[in-house]
């Protein structure tokens, strides 16, 4: 099984702030990697596809990089509305799907 | 656009099983993957499984002697049933279209459109 973990599990940060979150796997999923945006109360909403495409309608600050087993979700500018959890997911082993575990980003 | 909507009780006694449809609205069933998730309270996201509109699945290993996904195209539906139930399945339960995009020679999955999800307590 391909195992996914991330870090920092939290931040604090301040608007303006550039913002930078890793997703590592437990083995190689080449570009198999996406990124999704989760407020309280709410579904996720996918925001990077294949490690490093940007979902139609998602700001530009959001951008993605990363293949093998090392990811990174970059947030150039972080905006109010961009205080939320960030979850990667791992398309690598399709038909199975695995989620990190989470990373919560907050108000400094 | 396409939408997702979930519906079904929002309680259920345990060793129960549960129940939930997604409606699709604003768009064929037809030529996509469907799938299920979950998140337990204050926890992350747990995949469930998925189906194709043709009614082939995959699901969790570690769910999969419990779960039953299945599709109706006439009515742009698609279900879950997760057996046995328990506390630890009490949880947000979320659809989500899979949608499969060609980058030159590979194919990437990955799930574009999500439903509102529908909160299921397992208590007796």
């Known amino acids: 099984d391909i195992q996914m973990t991330q870090s920092p599990s939290s931040l604090s940060a301040s608007v303006g702030d550039r913002v930078t979150i890793t997703c590592r796997a437990s083995?190689?999923?080449?570009?198999?990697l996406n990124w999704y945006q989760q407020k309280p109360g709410k579904a996720p909403k996918l925001l990077i596809y294949?490690?490093?495409s940007l979902q139609s309608g998602v700001p530009s600050r959001f951008s993605g990089s990363g293949s093998g087993t090392d990811f990174t979700l970059t947030i150039s500018s972080l905006q109010p509305e961009d205080f939320a959890t960030y979850y990667c997911?791992?398309?690598?082993?399709?038909?199975?799907?695995?989620f990190g575990p989470g990373t919560k980003v907050d108000i400094k | 656009q396409v939408q997702l909507q979930e519906s079904g009780p929002g309680l259920v006694k345990p060793s129960e099983t549960l129940s939930l449809t997604c409606t699709v609205s604003?768009?064929?069933?037809?030529?996509?993957?469907w799938s299920w998730i979950r998140q337990p309270p204050g926890k992350g996201l747990e995949w469930i499984g998925y189906i194709y509109y043709s009614g082939s699945t995959n699901y969790n290993p570690s769910l999969k002697s419990r779960v039953t996904i299945s599709v109706d195209t006439s009515k742009n539906q698609f279900s879950l049933k997760l057996s046995s139930v328990t506390a630890a399945d009490t949880a947000v339960y979320y659809c989500?279209?899979?949608?499969?995009?060609?980058?030159?020679?590979?194919?990437?999955?990955?799930?574009?459109?999500w439903g509102k999800g529908t909160t299921v307590t397992v208590s007796s």
């Open positions: 989500a279209r899979v949608a499969k995009q060609q980058l030159l020679i590979y194919y990437y999955y990955y799930m574009d459109v």
């Open positions: 997911q791992q398309s690598y082993s399709t038909p199975i799907f695995t």
């Open positions: 294949a490690a490093s």
């Open positions: 604003g768009g064929s069933i037809s030529s996509y993957y």
């Open positions: 083995q190689s999923i080449s570009s198999y």
